[in-house]
C-alpha cells in the first residue's frame, strides 16, 4: 500500500477509533448492531437519557456509522457501516464470551 492510501485509511480508522472510545457510544453500537431501535427503545434499554443520548446518536450519524429512517413520529436507528459491524462482531466475540 502505497503511503499516501495507508495515511488516508489511518486517519479514517482514527475517527472510526476514536467515536468507538466513549463507553456509551460503544453501548448504542453494540444495540444496533443487533437490531435497529428507536430512540426511545436505545434510552430504555441502555439507560442512557436526552440530550446525550441525541448528541451521541448525531456523532455516529456524521460519521455515517448509523442511518435513520421515520416512522410517524418515531426515528428509528440501524448501524449501516460494514466495515464498524465487523468491529462490533469481533469486539463481541473478545469481550463477551457466550460461556
Not at 502505497?2 to 489511518?10: F, I, V
Request: hydrophobic content about 30%.
Amino acid at each position: 500500500m502505497n503511503p499516501e492510501t495507508l495515511k488516508a485509511s489511518s486517519q479514517e480508522a482514527a475517527k472510526v477509533m476514536q467515536l468507538l472510545s466513549h463507553p456509551d457510544r460503544l453501548l448504542i453500537l453494540c444495540l444496533l448492531s443487533e437490531q435497529e431501535c428507536s430512540v426511545g427503545e436505545i434510552e430504555q434499554q441502555l439507560d442512557i437519557h436526552q440530550p446525550m443520548l441525541s448528541q451521541h446518536l448525531n456523532r455516529l450519524r456524521q460519521q455515517e456509522l448509523v442511518s435513520t429512517r421515520r416512522q410517524g413520529k418515531y426515528i428509528y436507528y440501524r448501524l449501516c457501516d460494514g466495515n464498524t459491524k465487523t468491529i462490533m462482531e469481533l469486539l463481541y466475540q473478545l469481550y463477551c464470551p457466550t460461556n
